[in-house]
């Protein structure tokens, strides 16, 4: 039987799926190892709201991106805006 998952493991190596020679530490750390795996599993697939979470998650991003892109159309022509301002004032010298 073959105890390699491909998706956990990017190359070849003795796998830690094989307990013939482990220890009971060993054999204690894999069951948390399996433990855990099974909580993210369950987690992600038991989660009936997770599209409703996307969707929001998608929508919060582009209004966020929106205001960024606002934000620096006011911050730069805020900026020019105050510089010409500055500019021509010093500009008009009285004369005298």
Known sequence: MDNNDA?????????????????????LLMELLDLKRAKIRSKTAEDPDREKKDDWKLAAAVFDRILCIVFSILL?????????????????????
């Open 76 to 96: 730069v022509g805020g900026t020019v805006i105050f510089f010409v301002t500055f500019i021509v004032g010093y500009n008009k010298k009285p004369k005298g």
């Open 7 to 27: 998706g956990d493991f990017q190359y070849d190596r003795p796998q830690l799926q094989d307990m013939t020679s482990a220890g009971t530490t060993d054999r």
